[in-house]
Structure formats: structure tokens, C-alpha cells
């Protein structure tokens, strides 16, 4: 199977912990996106990479988040001294800039922070 | 800024009825409009999407067609499965660079047998 995958699936952590999730995208895709979501709610943009350049992050993602793709392929999201409020499902979707633009998402990685 | 709203859920129907699941938008230019769906503790896969005014997207049975003269992308189904059960979500992609999606907050569909 060639689609985005994500590990963990889940992950369980104490607050204050540092936590970091990995996300491998679809292998001919140059784009990478993390979003964010809450029980109930649609997915919130985090960031996103062109290859190994991050070319844009949302302002929800606070000097504890830092995501990185340090060789343009998968991709790692960590999150320093979580909060309660962290606790969410983080999406990793990929794309290709030629054509039609279709993000494609992985699983996801449901984060709970106790 | 832009923005997606989407009916209120939860939508209950019984197996074999008709789907309606209302999707406004508001944005700047000419966006790019998708339908994900998402099962219980998964993510999201792609359902159908349309590039530009008056395209039709369909996929399993649904249907979903730009009408940018009403800013909608409604989402349809005239025969629904138990199976269709989840949570469906529209969203948008503004062209000319910009690359969030800009979901609206779902929509839970149960079908009952």
C-alpha cells in the first residue's frame, strides 16, 4: 500500500512530556500538510512543507510545536511540554504540486495528554 | 477570510433513503471544493471533488456539483448504505498558491437498517 501513513496511531502522555509523531507521505509527493483536529471539529491547517522547506505555519502552532522534513520525505511533528488542551487527532495529508493538487490524508495520530 | 459551513448533524436515515448534506462556502476567487469522509477513528479519504463552476464530482453513489452562482457544493446520495455511516466533511482549496484546505465542521450520518 503507497498511502500516507502515520506512527503511533495513539499515544498517551503525562502532561509536560514532549511527545513527536511521524508522518511518511505518499513517496512521488512533494507536498507536505499537518493539521489538527478536535472532537467535533473539522480539520485546522498547522503547517506545510515543499519538500524539505516549510513554506507556511498557522498560527495556531505555538513555539511548542516544531515539525520538520529534513531530507523532503517523511516528515516529524513534536510537541514539547504538552497540554491538556494538545490533546487532538494530528493528520498528516500529501500532494503533488503538478496537476490536480489533491491532498491525501494518512490515519492520523489521536494524541490524549492526561 | 474563507470560510465552509455544513448542515448540522446528526443526519439519521433509514437504509435506502435519499442523502441531502448542505456545504456553503465564502472565499476569494475560484476555489477548489472536496467532500471527505471519515470513519470511526480513521482519517480522512477522499469522497469527490470539483475544480470549477458547474462540474460535477461523484464517487460510490455520490454526487456533489459547484454552483457558484449560490457559493454550494451539497453533497447527495440517492440510496443510502448502513455502511455510508460517518462523518462528512466539506471543504475548500483556494487556488493561486495557497495550500490549506479549509474544512467546515462535518457532518455525523447514521443509517439505520
Known amino acids: 500500500d503507497t498511502g500516507v501513513s502515520q506512527n503511533p496511531r495513539h499515544k498517551i502522555t503525562k502532561r509536560g512530556q514532549n511527545v513527536t509523531f511521524r508522518c511518511d507521505p505518499i513517496?512521488?509527493?512533494?507536498?507536505l500538510y499537518w493539521y489538527r483536529q478536535t472532537l467535533g471539529q473539522g480539520p485546522e491547517f498547522l503547517t506545510y512543507?515543499?519538500?524539505?522547506?516549510?513554506?507556511?505555519k498557522s498560527r495556531l502552532l505555538s513555539d511548542r510545536f516544531s515539525a520538520e522534513r529534513p531530507k523532503g520525505s517523511f516528515s516529524t511533528l513534536e510537541i514539547q511540554r504538552t497540554e491538556q488542551g494538545d490533546s487532538a487527532m494530528y493528520l498528516c495529508?500529501?500532494?503533488?504540486?503538478?496537476?490536480?493538487?489533491?491532498?491525501?490524508f494518512g490515519p492520523g495520530t489521536r494524541l490524549l495528554v492526561l | 477570510g474563507d470560510s465552509v459551513t455544513q448542515m448540522e448533524g446528526p443526519v439519521t436515515l433509514s437504509e435506502e433513503a435519499f442523502l441531502t448534506i448542505n456545504c456553503t462556502y465564502t472565499a476569494t476567487g475560484y476555489p477548489s471544493l472536496f467532500w471527505y469522509v471519515q470513519y470511526p477513528g480513521e482519517g480522512l479519504q477522499l469522497l469527490l471533488k470539483?475544480?470549477?463552476?458547474?462540474d460535477k464530482g461523484s464517487n460510490k453513489g455520490f454526487e456533489a456539483t459547484y454552483r457558484k452562482e449560490t457559493t454550494s457544493f451539497h453533497l447527495e446520495k440517492g440510496s443510502v448504505q448502513v455502511s455510508d455511516s460517518a462523518v462528512y466533511f466539506c471543504?475548500?482549496?483556494?487556488?493561486?498558491?495557497?495550500?490549506?484546505?479549509?474544512f467546515g465542521a462535518g457532518t455525523r450520518l447514521a443509517v439505520h437498517p
Open positions: 513517496s512521488e509527493h512533494n507536498r
Open positions: 495529508a500529501s500532494s503533488f504540486t503538478r496537476g490536480e493538487e489533491t491532498q491525501y
Open positions: 471543504a475548500l482549496l483556494r487556488t493561486g498558491g495557497y495550500n490549506k484546505l479549509i
Open positions: 470539483a475544480t470549477k463552476a458547474d
Open positions: 512543507f515543499q519538500n524539505e522547506a516549510q513554506l507556511e
